[in-house]
């Protein structure tokens, strides 16, 4: 599986992006997806991620109510609504996708496969 994401950019406080993650090889619609955030200095951090099985997202505390994933698997592609961006969201966004289950969903390690990161800006 092979992933490319897409749709940073720089924007102001209180606006919104939508990043997109696409997807090639057949077997990804067996995949759960995610995405993670690394700001400068710190470390990989859990977004948002889907089981393959449920189809339902599941999101870090400090992105709950303004972020919403979604899937479109016939076009291969997950998607990162977010909308009221905050300074603190500012990081290189990544996909990814594996055969991760429900307890390893928030674990960068669990996945295997990994896009090559859309850099979010938010200014104050």
């Known amino acids: 599986v092979q992933l490319q994401a897409s749709g940073g950019g720089l924007v102001q406080a209180g606006g919104s992006l939508r990043l997109s993650c696409a997807a090639s090889?057949?077997?990804?619609?067996?995949?759960?997806a995610a995405w993670f955030r690394q700001a400068p200095g710190r470390e990989r951090e859990f977004v948002s991620g889907?089981?393959?099985?449920?189809?339902?997202?599941t999101y870090a505390g400090s992105v709950k109510g303004r972020f919403t994933m979604s899937r479109d698997s016939a076009r291969k592609t997950v998607y990162l609504q977010m909308n009221n961006l905050k300074p603190e969201d500012t990081a290189v966004y990544f996909c990814?996708?594996?055969?991760?289950?429900?307890?390893?969903?928030?674990?960068?390690?669990?996945?295997?496969?990994w896009g090559q990161g859309t850099l979010v800006t938010v200014s104050s």
């Open positions: 990814a996708a594996g055969r991760v289950i429900s307890s390893s969903m928030r674990d960068a390690g669990a996945y295997g496969y």
């Open positions: 090889g057949r077997s990804f619609g067996d995949y759960g």
């Open positions: 889907i089981r393959a099985s449920s189809g339902i997202p």
